[in-house]
Each structure stands twice: as C-alpha cells, then as structure tokens.
C-alpha cells in the first residue's frame, strides 16, 4: 500500500490519537474549570478505534501515540492497547506509548508493559504541591509520584513534559531538572499555545520562551546539542554535568512544521492535519458507513493531500495569533 505522502512531500509516520475527552485534571492551559463533555455516542468504540488506527499503521505509520484528555480514565483502555500491540508483534508499527497525567500509573503500569509500551510521557509542570494543585486544578501531586514510581518499577521509561509558564515555574527550573537527573528521567519543556477558552487564563502573560530556559541552563551547565529525534517535534540537548537530556518543543518562538511527520486523530474520528489549524476531515461517518475500510482509507489519503506547510501560532506582535478556539484536551495532548 502507497504511504502517506503529504503535499510537501513529508512521509506521515506519526499518529496521535485521543482515545477520551474526559480527564481527572483540569489543567489551567488545557481545560476550562467546568468542562461540557462529549456525549457517549459521539465517542469513537474502542474497536472502531482499533480499525482507525489499523489502517493508519496500513498506510505506513510507524508510531501511534494515545493520549486524552486522560488516556487511562476510559473504561477498558487497556483491551484497546492489548489489540494494538498485535501490529507491535508483526513489525509493522515500531512503537506504542501515550502521554499520561500520572494519575493511574499505579494501576496500569506494569498491565502497559505487559502489552508493549515502552516508553511513557507523564505531564508534571511542578514539584510543589499546592502549586500542582493550582495548576492541575483537581490533582494530587502525591499520586503522581506513586505512578512515576510504579511505571519505572515495571521497566517503562519515563520522560517529564513541563509546559514552561511564566511567573509559575521559573523558579523550578532547576530543582525539576535535578529531580530528574537523580532519577534517570529525561524532561521536556513545552511552550504554552493558545488554545482553548482563555477565560481568566492569559496565554501571553503566561509565555516564557525556552530561549531564555535554555540560555539559564547554559549559565549553570555544559550543553551540547544532540542530532537525535524521537519522532516527534522536541530538539535535544545533553546535560553534561547530569548526562541527562532536556528536549524543548517550541511552536512558537521556532515552530518545527518543516519536519512534521504526524496528524492527530480526536475521539470523534475527526482528524487535525495540524495541531494549529482547524481544518479537519471526518472519518467517523465513512468509518461507520461500511463494514470495508476502503472509504476510510480513501477519507485519509484526501485529508492528508490537505496537510498545511504549517502553523499559524504566533505571540510575536504581543498578540496570541493563531488561537485556536478548541481545548488541547479535544485534539489530544
């Protein structure tokens, strides 16, 4: 079967898919407090979920990444990620992860190794309790803890995202960096987007560039920058002094659309070509208008010819250009 080619002539070998809108967080830059969840119906089966994803990895995707809102709040996920790891066990797909809050890690650490994940990305913006609470709204940083803990009991490696907030975490930046080191895991620093209803939440005067982070790591450490990608958007850098690495995803101050490799599939069967467009291609209604995956297939091979050159994000002009009025919990993390 032909891959995924798009129209600037990027292989589309990452999928991203939001198994749930539904979250036991209510993240500040990913969630309005009082959040209106998607009816039941609406919500793509888990084996419609298995079929979407099938014919993705069919198609040449080579790493699906589940995320949410939670990924491991939707009832039975895990037969879902047992079904998965069948493409795992014929080659065809090369890695099954997810992008977790660290909630239910104690639960289903070692049940996610069992079916082949390998690597875990846990979302973690502080260390301070009262902070977590704040930021995460409901969270319970203790909680979280205890799951890092039994996901690196079960073998998985963990790596911290961080969304970098001004005013917020600043002043963590070293002690999240030497809590990492000291426990072998990796951390990566996001700049906030603006998406999502702001209500009282202000993405520009939330906005800390990673220039800056990165320019007060260099003043305490030797960093060398690292050629490796992972499949996803984050450029590296090594950490002599720890030997850690520190990945920074910057849509906005250097987008990185000129390597995309990856579309986003919503638990609606709606399909983001680009995280900071709202063009989108519905592939619940050809998906569920047939036994056959041959409209679905034709359904994505339309929509990926739609993939845009890029984003539109932008604080440049002291505006948040490019807001997308859709919550990062509906697109998926």
């Known amino acids: 079967m032909a891959p995924l080619i798009d129209p600037f002539a990027r292989p589309i070998s990452y999928l991203r898919v939001s ?38 990895i069919r198609m ?68 301070d309790e009262e902070k977590f609470a704040r930021v995460t709204r409901w969270g319970r940083l203790p909680q979280v803890l205890k799951g890092i803990d039994a996901a690196q009991a079960a073998g998985l490696r963990i790596k911290i995202n961080a969304v970098a907030l001004k005013g917020f975490n600043e002043d963590e930046l070293f002690s999240l960096t030497e809590w990492c080191a000291a426990r072998d895991i990796d951390l990566t620093w996001i700049e906030v987007m603006p998406m999502g209803d702001l209500g009282n939440e202000n993405r520009l005067d939330q906005y800390w560039a990673l220039s800056d982070l990165r320019a007060r ?25 720890t ?17 995309c490799n990856r579309v986003r599939l919503t638990c609606t069967g709606e399909l983001f070509m680009c995280l900071g467009q709202e063009d989108n291609a519905d592939l619940r209604h050809p998906l569920r208008a047939s036994e056959g995956d041959a409209a679905v297939e034709e359904a994505i091979r339309a929509a990926i010819s739609r993939k845009p050159k890029g984003h539109d994000f932008d604080y440049s002009r002291q505006r948040a250009d490019g807001q997308m009025s859709r919550h990062m919990s509906h697109t998926g993390g």
């Open 60 to 127: 040449g995707v080579e790493k699906l990444r589940i995320t949410g809102g939670e990924p491991l709040v939707r009832r039975g996920i895990m037969t879902f990620f047992a079904a998965m790891g069948r493409h795992l066990d014929s080659g065809a797909l090369k890695e099954l992860t997810l992008t977790t809050n660290g909630s239910q890690l104690g639960r289903f650490a070692a049940d996610l190794a069992a079916v082949g994940v390998r690597r875990v990305n846990v979302s973690l913006d502080t260390l």
């Open 19 to 56: 198994v749930t809108d539904r979250c036991d967080f209510r993240c500040v830059y990913c969630m309005a407090e009082n959040m209106t969840f998607l009816p039941k119906k609406e919500l793509l089966t888990l084996e419609e979920l298995d079929r979407l994803c099938s014919a993705f």
């Open 243 to 259: 030997g850690q690495k520190i990945g920074f995803i910057t849509p906005l101050s250097h987008n990185f659309c000129e390597s």
């Open 217 to 241: 790591l260099a003043a305490r450490y030797a960093v060398t920058d690292l050629p490796e990608r992972t499949g996803g958007p984050a450029r590296y850098v090594r950490l002599e002094e």
